[in-house]
């Protein structure tokens, strides 16, 4: 049974932080690159990127149960305006630094088939042997295009998208704790146990729903179970085994307190939610360009500081900046064509 869409205000403010703590985790990177401070390996991007995947999940089955019932050819169609044209374009823009400014980036490489591979999210192995994209940071939308395709075929064939997701998750997840550690064939890059992060991103807005939550616990338990066997089967660390637990409690939490942060949350706080995908793109770029003109002016101690504090202010500005002129507007104008018009106007929620 179709039902009416929700607003999920907090899960909006909980993909800032996401993206937020993906920006913070490349910081010590770049610093160390023009600085050369210690390389310290700061774990927050992947919890980011657990919390990302469980929110598309989430958002998927919100929209997908929603009413109308978007048609499967909407629902791509949707989240391949969402995603592709900013996508692109950051791409594009590294590509015109490669030429122009080639000392400024941190990963170049200049195979066209490699590169062509990273404009299709198809995996290509790069200039240093590691299967993922030219754009380094686009390695997760290789996954949620992935989640997407399942989920459209799910609507195609008039089945339950949760359904189906759980069979084929279930089996890249299996399959990735008999992946080597280094040195696989390209074909086994999304045989990996974070599909799993989609699930529980379903099985939490399931529950936000229909608030089944004997249903939820059941699911969210055997999911878990799935990551830890898994992960322990591949010898992950235990901060790694620990990453879809936390990513559960906090999308769990964020859903269950929307009645209570949602009428709390102002347009600042909705914006940098909605400025999130911009800033999880354009930070490769904004943040080692930042860090380099600051380390060009400022010597001595203060320096790191700086640098860091520079960095991330100005790659949520430039992420606010982006959305606001850039991602909105061709988003809406890519929205507004002549298919799926049973949707045409509405905003995803969370999305």
């Not at 791509?76 to 030429?99: D, F, N, Q, S, Y």
């Not at 290509?124 to 949620?144: H, I, K, M």
């Not at 901060?239 to 990513?247: E, F, I, V």
């Not at 409690?249 to 400025?275: F, K, Y």
Request: charged share 10%; aromatic share 10%; hydrophobic share 55%.
């Amino acid at each position: 049974m179709a039902i009416s869409r929700p607003t999920f205000t907090g899960v909006q403010v909980l993909r800032f932080v996401a993206a937020l703590l993906v920006v913070c985790s490349h910081v010590p990177t770049y610093l160390h690159a023009r600085l050369d401070t210690p390389l310290a390996d700061v774990p927050t991007g992947q919890i980011g990127v657990t919390v990302f995947f469980a929110i598309s999940g989430f958002v998927a089955v919100v929209v997908t149960r929603r009413t109308p019932r978007p048609t499967a050819w909407g629902f791509l169609r949707r989240r391949l305006v969402r995603i592709l044209p900013l996508a692109w374009a950051v791409m594009t823009a590294k590509l015109l630094m490669m030429v122009v400014a080639p000392a400024t980036l941190e990963r170049t490489s200049s195979s066209p088939t490699y590169i062509a591979l990273s404009y299709l999210f198809l995996p290509g192995r790069g200039p240093d042997a590691v299967v993922e994209p030219f754009y380094t940071v686009t390695w997760t939308l290789s996954f949620e295009l992935l989640f997407y395709l399942v989920v459209t075929i799910a609507l195609a064939a008039r089945t339950d998208p949760f359904r189906l997701a759980v069979v084929v998750f279930t089996g890249l997840a299996v399959a990735s704790a008999f992946r080597g550690p280094e040195g696989w064939p390209t074909w086994q890059f999304h045989a990996n146990r974070f599909v799993l992060c989609f699930l529980v991103g379903m099985a939490v807005g399931t529950w936000a729903l229909d608030r089944t939550t004997r249903a939820l616990l059941v699911r969210l338990a055997a999911i878990i179970a799935l990551w830890l066997a898994v992960g322990a089967v591949a010898g992950a660390s235990l901060p790694g085994l620990a990453l879809l637990p936390l990513a559960t409690v906090v999308l769990l939490v964020t859903v269950a307190s929307e009645p209570l942060l949602g009428p709390r949350i102002g347009p600042v706080g909705r914006t940098l939610g909605d400025a999130s995908y911009a800033l999880y793109l354009t930070h490769p770029i904004v943040a080692p360009a930042t860090v380099a003109v600051v380390a060009a002016v400022v010597s001595g101690a203060a320096a790191p500081v700086a640098a860091t504090i520079g960095a991330l202010v100005a790659a949520v500005a430039t992420s606010v900046v982006v959305w606001w002129t850039i991602d909105r507007p061709v988003t809406r104008l890519l929205q507004r064509g002549p298919a799926d018009r049973r949707t045409r106007g509405r905003r995803v929620s969370a999305g």
